[in-house]
């Protein structure tokens, strides 16, 4: 993957995408691919706010359109940081269960209040019903652009102590892309 050859967000994170969900074997229809493209993106943009998650997910609002975003933005929210700040939730109070049960009932519940636009609807659903299996994709995105930018900068010391964290058979592959072998017994040689 070339970061250089992808002439928008959009395009380069489709790609990143498409290869995700093959990475963790996952069917995912197309507009529920699509709504991951567009998420990362949205995220490249927008800041991660501190108004507490399971908070404004029981919140009462004041009319539909608002209950909307409200369920839309904890079930984003909860997908990308599950996603791509799992290794840190592992050292908060919270961890990435937290986020993931959240963004269920998010998508779940916005899935039936969108009952009538049935497109969007039945992303939502299977947003909720595949949720673990996209903080995976997710994951693998996170993994993908962060060595897109250790590739462009040829740091194999820090691809090496991923691999060493994670025994990650696509960093292993890179590794050995590099020139370097990797044994699982001896390391790098």
């Known amino acids: 993957m070339d970061v250089t050859l992808a002439a928008s967000v959009d395009e380069f994170f ?7 969900l093959s990475a963790v074997d996952l069917e995912a229809s197309q507009p529920a691919s699509w709504y991951l493209v567009g998420l990362l ?5 927008a800041r991660l706010t ?3 998650l399971g908070l404004k997910l029981a919140a009462p609002a004041e009319d539909a359109g608002e209950r909307v975003r409200n369920l839309k933005q904890v079930g984003d929210t909860s997908l990308y940081v599950a996603g791509f ?21 998010a998508y779940a519940q916005l899935a039936r209040s969108l ?40 740091d194999v010391g820090k691809l090496y102590e991923i691999w060493l964290r994670t ?4 960093v292993e592959k890179k590794l050995k892309a590099a020139g370097l072998l990797v044994d699982l017994g001896k390391g790098v040689q």
Do not use: C, I
């Open 167 to 170: 025994r990650d058979e696509w």
């Open 41 to 45: 993106g949205d995220f490249t943009k």
């Open 85 to 105: 700040f799992a290794e840190s939730l592992s050292r908060s109070l919270v961890d990435v269960d937290y986020y993931v049960g959240l963004g269920q009932s």
């Open 14 to 20: 489709h790609e990143v995408v498409t290869d995700a």
């Open 115 to 154: 009952a009538a636009s049935k497109s969007m609807g039945e992303v939502y659903e299977e947003l909720a019903d595949k949720f673990p299996r996209f903080v995976d994709v997710l994951a693998e995105v996170r993994k993908r652009t962060h060595l897109a930018e250790l590739n462009q900068t040829t």
């Open 50 to 52: 501190d108004e507490p």
